[in-house]
Structures are given as C-alpha cells and as structure tokens.
C-alpha cells in the first residue's frame, strides 16, 4: 500500500474505506444470510431462531470490529502524520457506524420483507 | 353434500375390521363421506370392543369434540365424518338362552317349542353363557341375534341402534344407501350375524318406521366372507367342564368350509347380498395373542382379554369395503335385480409379499400408497417432544401463529391416534399399534407395503434417527422415488427443516385451508397438502 503523505491521499483512503465499510456490510449481510439458512427449523419448541439471532449478532461484531481493527492495526501503519493518523481515526469510527448501520438496517428490512423465511425469524414471534 | 356409508363390524373379527376401515379414513381414503358405523358384538366387554373405542374416540376427538359441528372434508387427513353406534345385546340378566326365551315356564306352556329348541340345540347350547359370545354355535347365534334387534328396535328405550337405523332409514328414504358388514364366518357372533343382518335391520327398520322403510329393497348390501386365518391355544378338559362351549380354532376352518358351501348355495342370501368378499390366507399360524402368550394360562373366550393384534386381513376387509363403496351403482342395480351376487377375490404374489394393489386393486394403488406412506409420515412428525401439530398449537412455532386456538383436546387426542395407529413411547421403548402388528401379521421384513427399516426400531430414539425422508417406501414399485432430501447444514441434516420450510410455503400459496372453520381440521389440511409436496405426490 502507498504511504499516506499528503491530504489528497488521505482523502482518497477515506472515501475508499467508506466505500469498503458499505461493501463489508453488505458481504456480512450475505454471511449472516447464508448462515442462518444453514440452521435447520427444529421440532416441539423451535428455539433455532436464537441460534440465528446469535450468529447475527456474531457476524456484525466480527465484521464492525474486524474491520475496525485491519484499518486501526494495517491500514493506520501507512499513515505516518500524526494529524493524519487522528483524521483517519475519526473516519474509522465512521466507518463502523456505516458498517454497522448497512448491516442492521439492510438486515432488518430483509428480515420483514422475508418475514416467513429463517433469517425473518431472527425478529422472534410473528403477529397473526 | 357428503355420501353416506353404513359400515356394521360384528364380533372380535368385526371389530378389528373396523379399527381397520377407521385408519383408512384417518389416511383420507374416504373423502367427503359420513360412514355411519355400527359396532355389534354380544360381548360388551371384549378388549378388541374397548380398544375400536379407543381408536374410534381418538380419531372423532381429533376432528373435534364437538360431534354437531364434524363434518366430511376432501383431500384431507381424517376426512371422513364417522358417527360410531354400538349394539350389544343384553345378556347381564339373562345369560343362557334357556334363561332369554324363557325355557322353564314354556316347556310346561308350550312344550312343542322347547321340544324343537331341544332337537336343534344340545344341552350344553341351551345352557352356555351368552355374555362372550356365541362361541362358534352359530344355529343358535343366527336367531339371538335377530331377535335382540327386533327387541330393541321395539324397545320404547332409546338406543343407539335405533339411531342407527333412524339414519338408515332416512338414507334408504332420499335413496339407496350401501350397507358393508364387517365380520368372521368362521367364528361366533360374525358368522351368526351375517345371513340375517339384512333382513334383521330391514325388519327392525320397518318396525319403527310403522312400515314406510324397506331397507331390503332399497339399500345395496354387501359383506365380508372372511374365512379362518388364526388359531389360538386349545381349551383343557377342565375349562370345556366348566365352560360347557368353547370355541376351538381346530374347528375354523371347516366352518369356513361349510360356511362357504352355504354362501354359495342359499338363496336368501343371494337376493340379499349384491356382493361377497371372500378372504382369507393359506394357513391358521398366526396367534393373535402372541405378545401376552407367556400370561395366558387358560383359553380366552372373551372378556376384557381378548385382546387380539390386529392382523393385514383385516386392512384387506376395510379395502373390500372401499371397493364397495365405490362399485358402480349401476352394477350393484343389476345385481339386485337379477338376485345375484358377486364373489369377489384376488391372489396375491407367491412371493408373500403384499403390494399396495393386492389390497385397493391396480386404479386406487398410488392414492392409495401416497395417503397411507403420508399418514406415516404424519405420525413421526407428532412424536416424542418433537411433536409438531401440539408445538403449532403451544405457539412452539413462532412462525406459524395460525393455529393456536386449536383445541388442546384435537392435539392430545391426535397424539392418542397415532400411538394407537403406529407405535407409542413408553420411557424409551416402543408399544406396537396397529401398524405393527400388521407388518408382524404379514411375515416382517418387507413383506407389507413399506420398507422394512420403517419397523425395525426397537426404542424410540432409534426410531427418531430413521431416516423417514427416504425409508418409508420400498426400494421398488410404488413409492421408490418418492423420498425428500433433509435439509440444514449446521443440524447434519434435518428431516424436519424442508418439512417446515414446504408447510410454510404451502400455508402462504394455497389458499383451500382457509376454507374449513375447524383449526385443527385447517391444520391437518395443510399437513396433508405439505406431506403430498414433500414427497413429490403432485
């Protein structure tokens, strides 16, 4: 990766990591999506829907924080400015907010738009 | 409207027939019918009686408590509407028949008539205990029999023969209803009950219609002739002392033989009958109580005991009555007509084994195997903690909110059927129901109907690990390629998952359970209608 010198590039790398955090939400969407239909429906009182629920939880965790930590650990050693380093730092928890919101808002629209299918039943009990 | 089907079981044979014909209609071979059915056995006590009961009140309760509001449905689990009627004479009191025609006062009144019950009934007829039957003594059982149903249709008491034959009458008045009997030639109250059945309801129906019915000319009869097919332990010289009668199975078969001689040759029962069935298996092996068999130390002649498992005979003599049921009437017309009757038989494979047309013939054979494999299927879906119908009904299922005003009793109640139907847990191990025990009747392995891994489970956690996605049809013939594939990765593969999955793609596309009023019913519909897709039955 090119070192970060000047505010131009910094730029860039911002508006790329935005970009990459949209993008990763959308990959962890499809993750959780993909897991929870591997989850089977269970018999007598189906509790498998909290199994999805978890793994939900887990994927978001893991993509917010995993990309959270590659841009604080691997992204930040190519920023030698200090100021820069703070900029990035600020657009990094942006980043998560992004992350996080794509994924949640992306997610839960999915889940009522499929309310029958497994990943809707994330939401838990369904009205009559 | 629903057709009507009257359906009379008599005696333990009779009995088990029924039970027979009930599972079939809980498999929806009967679709939008009311069967009017009429359990007649002069031992009120018979296990076989209390366990038709059993079935008969699981599979009611499971349409729904309320009998007024049970109506008959299509296309469907339990689709026939049963009203279940049982007659059995009163012999608490008078338990000889030399106690019921009054034998001391007569012979000083009448002497001619004692004489002539002397010339055609020795001592020991005249002085046996009616209260388990007839016990093979069928010269005396023919004219009990149709004297108590005249006694009762005169009776100003109601019971529920006369509702019985109220709806009869009220059938044979809007048309020409069909009348099948359900029973034995070769034993008691069956073989007794047979020939004068027709005339017997016929006249009691004339009674209390002050002459506007008759049956006779009316309604299509037609019967089982179902010849010996078990034999049970034969009666030591003590018990014959004390007994006076018993019947022995070294006899069945020759009364099936003479039985026959005498279905073939008597008139009467030709214009009577538009239709026999005669059945029966090559040998007298099976032994009806063969599980209790260390705890029987004298001969059963009835009672709460005899108890007897269910045998594929008697699947074969509910399918006769299907086979009635759906006979042309135009034949049926010409038979009356022409005071004919047909026999009807079919021999099956020497192979012994039996494929689903050796019983429904070859037109009904895949209905008939897609209802009976789902049935099945149906049952392992209600079992154990995994039951599916109640987890539906609890609200278990957050998906499928639709069904929890259910009656709890319709769950219970189906729970109830299906032990009785298949197999019932008790702690880890496993009852036989009726299914069993016919597969047992008919040599094990796959000799019935289905695959042999179906019944070889031994306890229930076995039976929960069988794959009966692809293990509830033979590798071959009908039902081969109808299996599923299990679904959900991180469970190793779920039979239950696609079913849920179809169950939920069936409630949002079709819209024909919306149409039933009763939830359980609704419920049953989409199962049957889940299951048909399941196993690529459409």
Redesign the interface.
Request: charged share 35%; glycine share 14%.
């Given at each position: 990766m090119t070192p970060i010198t000047n505010i131009s590039q910094l730029n860039q790398l911002m508006n790329s990591t935005m970009v990459y955090a949209v993008v990763v939400g959308f990959v962890a969407l499809l993750l959780a999506l993909l897991l929870s239909n591997m989850f089977p429906w269970e018999g007598g009182n189906d509790r498998s829907y909290i199994k999805r629920r978890i793994a939900f939880i887990v994927i978001a965790i893991i993509a917010v924080l995993g990309f959270w930590l590659y841009n604080d650990l691997v992204v930040m050693t190519h920023i030698h400015n200090m100021g820069f380093q703070n900029m990035f730092k600020a657009c990094n928890l942006k980043c998560m907010g992004i992350n996080l919101g794509v994924y949640l808002v992306a997610g839960v629209a999915l889940m009522f738009t499929f309310r029958h299918s497994k990943f809707g039943s994330i939401l838990g009990k369904e009205k009559k | 409207m629903a057709r009507q089907f009257f359906v009379l079981g008599i005696g333990g044979t009779g009995m088990r027939c029924i039970e027979s014909l009930i599972h079939l209609c809980a498999m929806g071979m009967f679709d939008d019918t009311d069967i009017h059915l009429l359990a007649l056995d002069t031992d009120k006590n018979n296990g076989n009686f209390s366990r038709l009961k059993e079935v008969k009140d699981a599979y009611c309760n499971t349409k729904g408590q309320d009998r007024a509001n049970r109506v008959a449905l299509k296309n469907s689990f339990f689709s026939a509407n049963i009203n279940y009627y049982e007659f059995s004479p009163n012999y608490e009191q008078k338990s000889t028949f030399k106690a019921v025609f009054n034998y001391g006062d007569t012979q000083y009144n009448h002497r001619e008539e004692t004489d002539l019950a002397d010339l055609v009934l020795s001592e020991n007829v005249e002085d046996f205990n009616l209260r388990h039957g007839y016990r093979a003594q069928t010269h005396l059982g023919s004219m009990m029999m149709y004297h108590s149903i005249l006694e009762a249709a005169k009776s100003p008491a109601n019971n529920e023969l006369k509702l019985f034959l109220s709806e009869l009458i009220r059938a044979s008045q809007n048309g020409q209803p069909r009348v099948f009997i359900l029973g034995s030639v070769f034993g008691g109250t069956g073989a007794s009950s047979i020939p004068i059945i027709p005339q017997a309801i016929s006249k009691a129906a004339e009674i209390m219609s002050n002459g506007a019915a008759n049956v006779l000319r009316s309604a299509y009869f037609g019967s089982t002739l179902l010849t010996a097919y078990f034999s049970f332990r034969a009666p030591s010289g003590g018990e014959l002392n004390n007994q006076k009668i018993i019947a022995t199975s070294d006899k069945f078969a020759l009364n099936s033989q003479v039985a026959m001689m005498f279905y073939d040759d008597d008139a009467t029962v030709k214009s009577t009958y538009q239709k026999f069935y005669m059945l029966g298996t090559d040998n007298l092996s099976w032994n009806p109580m063969q599980r209790k068999e260390d705890t029987i130390t004298q001969t059963i002649t009835g009672g709460e005991q005899q108890k007897n498992d269910s045998h594929y005979i008697e699947l074969l003599a509910a399918c006769a009555a299907l086979d009635f049921y759906n006979t042309d009437e135009s034949q049926l017309q010409q038979n009356k007509d022409l005071h004919k009757t047909d026999y009807e038989y079919r021999a099956v494979s020497e192979s012994g084994k039996l494929d689903f047309e050796d019983f429904v013939g070859k037109e009904r054979a895949k209905e008939f195997a897609q209802k009976f494999g789902m049935l099945i299927a149906f049952s392992l879906?209600c079992n154990g903690?995994?039951?599916?119908v109640e987890?539906v009904r609890?609200?278990?299922?957050?998906?499928i909110?639709?069904f929890?005003e259910m009656d709890i009793t319709q769950a219970k109640s189906l729970r109830e059927y299906f032990n009785l139907f298949f197999v019932k847990q008790v702690g880890d191990n496993l009852q036989e129901g009726w299914l069993r025990q016919i597969h047992r009747s008919a040599g094990g392995q796959d000799a019935f109907l289905f695959n042999a891994n179906l019944f070889s489970p031994m306890t229930f956690k076995e039976l929960m690990k069988m794959d009966w996605n692809k293990c509830i049809y033979r590798n071959e013939g009908i039902g081969k390629d109808n299996t599923y594939s299990k679904?959900?990765?991180?469970?190793f593969g779920?039979l239950?998952?696609p079913?849920?999955?179809q169950f939920?793609q069936t409630r949002?596309t079709t819209k024909e359970w919306q149409n039933l009023t009763n939830k359980g019913e609704q419920l049953y519909k989409l199962i049957f209608d889940t299951l048909a897709k399941l196993y690529k039955f459409n």
């Open positions: - | 879906f903690k995994d039951d599916f987890s609890s609200g278990g299922q957050k998906e909110q639709e929890v679904s959900g990765v991180l469970g779920s239950f998952d079913f849920k999955k939920i949002d």
